[in-house]
């Protein structure tokens, strides 16, 4: 390349920067957008509040009911008293929501309740009264409530490891079986031709296993209020006609970014859903290691049940046990290569309790900072699902044009990938008019789950 070229695209490039540069700026000084929040009644926050989360309630207080008999057996007389006092925190907690109540302190002894605690005093400063469900940001109602059910779990001295969601899981994973043999037993064919195939081929299969895990995370159990949600089509099947729906599709960059650092063999996929989801992410981590671009995966999981249907350890593990007994091949062919890899630590599921505190990703630095610092060395991040899409663009309402870096506002500890199907009302990075556009085609195009995105983000702090 001449020197002058190279002078002219760094003059570009540095233009580019600025204009970058000067979009943030200008968003910061003129304030941030608002957070969603249920105060605007046509939004969906104000159905969620008013209409979702006390369904959810209402499931979880009636599992416990449901599990009298099966605790009594098996803990004895004062289980059960404890699971009257569990169904009695979360018929309080409904009470609470339905009638606006102020948000109030955490009573337990977890690690994170101080976390909580002072969360909520910081918000009460901000908003200037008590932080209550109808009137403060969405995200953080919503999260309190989970770690709210947490809350009467861990005041228990038998129960303090009950998942009100376990059942609910155990099923969607269940019935999605057929859908995962087929996928498995396709991943298997890709699997054995890897070593040999080309770089151009390896690419292929990275493409069409980054829709595959984008459209798994239509199965999830909080946008259905728990009902079910399983995945019982085939998805190679669907791949195809659901492509146009990805409005924002960044998937060279990301494979640029793969084939770029090959001096990085770590790769982070923070998970979401438990399930038909989790399969189509370990799909996508086979892929990454039998085609060379990692050694070794990390993923990260909740601490505690989250959002009816997210990840903890103990999915991961029954997940993967599930697959190993499987009467089913390619089920059983993987669930015994994905146990082998975590014993020799290629792939490591943790579950740090910064994903389930009140704090959006741009707060990581400042209260994670060990787990920011852990992102150094990694090739790429994939954030998985609609939650962390919210937590990395804050839940705040953007205009749609803002560009996925302004939104994610300076948290850039490494390149990242949100794969996201849109659940939420909320997005940033679509081109002039693309909005108007969609909307023509379908108008709960925010919230119906038939549209995603890929959006990627380069940019590296470290
Ligand atoms: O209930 C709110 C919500 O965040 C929705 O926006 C979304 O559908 C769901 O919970 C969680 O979705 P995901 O499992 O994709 O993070
Ligand atoms: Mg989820």
Redesign the pocket.
Known sequence: MSLQRFNSIRFFYYIFKLFRHTELNQIMEEKLPEPLSAKNKSSFAYL?IRD?LPVILSKVADTVYRKKTAVKDIHGEDATEELKFIAGCISKLRNELQTDKAVIPLRDNAPDTEIWNSSIAELAKKEGEEPKWFKSPWLYV?CYMYRRIQEAMGQCNILHNLDPFEEQKKKAFTDSEEASEVLLHYLRGITEKAATASEEDKMEYFREFLQIALWG?RC?L??SASQENSQTESILDQLHHLEPNILINETSHVQQCLKSSMNSQIIDIVL??AGFELVTDLCLAEILIVCGWASSIRMHGKAIPW?V??VTRSDFDWSLDSLSNSSKPSMAYFGDLWKQRLTNKSWNFSAENFWTTPYDFAEMKTHAPDLYESFKDTKIIFFK????Y?KLVGDLNWEPTTSFEVALRGFHPAPLCALR?C??DLIAGLEKGQKDEVEKKDKKWMLDGNWSVISFCGKSNQ
């Open positions: 969620t979702r919503e995370n999830d909080s946008i979401d859903n959002f249907s997210d699902g609609d939650l962390n919210r199907t659940k939420a």
